[in-house]
Structures are given as C-alpha cells and as structure tokens.
C-alpha cells in the first residue's frame, strides 16, 4: 500500500519561506513522477509543481521563479521549496504519485495521494 506523508507546513510572514516534504512508502518511489498540488478554501485544487522521475520539473505560472521541486530518491522524499511567500499561497498542499514517469498536469492521473499540509502565509 502506498503512503505519503507531508509535513513542513504552518504559519509564514509574507516574504518568509517554508519547505514541505513528502515521504513515500510502499511504491518504488524512483520511477514514478511526483506532484504538488494545493488547494486554498473556497476554490479548486491545482497544480504547483511536477518533477518526473529523471528529475525534470514543471511549475504554475504563479509560483515560478520562487517555488522549486526536488526529490531525493534515496530518501523517497520529496520537497517543495517556498520561497517569497505571498497570502494568496495559503493553501492545504498536497503530494502525489504519478502512474508513471512523466508525470502530467491532469489530476487525475495521480494514484496515490497524502493527506495535506496547511500553509498560512499571514502577518
């Protein structure tokens, strides 16, 4: 049975930084494609960033250039590195497994999914 569980959430000043992880169990974690998505009350969960398992990497417009997804396969980790942090960033993040080793940005070709950290970005 496949886990994932997050940690690394919680409370940020505007501007502060935060690193989520991912750990994965019972999956051979280096061959599939990983995911972060986010969803913030009231809307539709989203796309953050995606890295294959070659370690390529995809991220939404809004958190280019301060968000970086990474994967250490020997740990079957993956992080998500926030920096610059905006209130509009205020979300439950979510990891997930991809079915294969591309990864996508359609949600539902993520099988396996953790049950969220909160991130409040709040003066």
């Known amino acids: 049975q496949v886990q994932l569980v997050e940690s690394g959430g919680g409370l940020v000043q505007p501007g502060g930084s935060l690193r989520l992880s991912c750990a994965a169990s019972?999956?051979?974690?280096?061959?599939?494609?990983m995911g972060w998505y986010r969803q913030a009350p009231g809307k539709q969960r989203e796309l953050v960033a995606t890295?294959?398992?070659?370690?390529?990497?995809l991220y939404a417009d809004s958190v280019k250039g301060r968000f970086t997804i990474s994967r250490d396969n020997a740990k079957n980790t993956v992080y998500l590195q926030m920096n610059s942090l905006k209130p509009e960033d205020t979300a439950v993040y979510y990891c997930?497994?991809?079915?294969?080793?591309?990864?996508?940005?359609?949600?539902?070709?993520?099988?396996?999914w953790g049950q969220g950290t909160q991130v409040t970005v709040s003066s």
């Open positions: 997930a497994q991809h079915r294969s080793v591309y990864g996508s940005q359609k949600e539902d070709t993520y099988d396996y």
């Open positions: 019972g999956s051979i974690f280096s061959i599939y494609a």
């Open positions: 890295i294959t398992s070659g370690g390529s990497t």
